[in-house]
């Protein structure tokens, strides 16, 4: 038979150990967000640096042009990648329009001809029609 009180001790422990995890993990948590602050702070301390005395004032940039290189070469790269993409699906005629019907049988670099209409081989040594595997 347990003694008197055993549930309650054993409930007080559970708590305990419970407490004492979650003290560590919050205690680890902050250790490393502490130590990526400092690191964070160290590492952007170099660009509070002035320009040394011997170089030039550099210009002031122009901000239609930092507009035009941050937002328009993202832009300009989309479009040639765009046009990689649906260009020669485009050129052969084929729909590339949402919701268009699937492509049944496609055998990709293949000919153009039905597969009725490919060559079968003619003789038994003709290599034409197969895969002349072996077994």
Do not use: C
């Not at 049988?105 to 000919?111: A, F, L, R, V, Y």
């Amino acid at each position: 038979m347990p003694a008197p009180g055993a549930d309650t001790i054993a409930g007080v422990t559970t708590l305990i150990t419970a407490f004492a995890v979650l003290a560590r993990r919050a205690r680890v948590a902050l250790l490393a967000l502490g130590l990526a602050g400092t690191t964070v702070l160290l590492g952007a301390a170099p660009a509070a640096a002035d320009v040394p005395v011997g170089w030039s004032d550099p210009a002031d940039v122009n901000p239609l042009m930092a507009l035009l290189l941050i937002v328009g070469l993202p832009l300009l790269g989309l479009l040639a990648l765009a046009a990689m993409i649906y260009g020669p699906p485009l050129a052969r005629g084929e729909r590339v329009a949402p919701g268009a019907p699937a492509v049944a049988n496609q055998w990709i670099g293949g000919p153009r001809r039905k597969t009725g209409e490919l060559a079968g081989p003619d003789t038994e040594e003709s290599q034409a029609g197969g895969s002349s595997a072996r077994w």
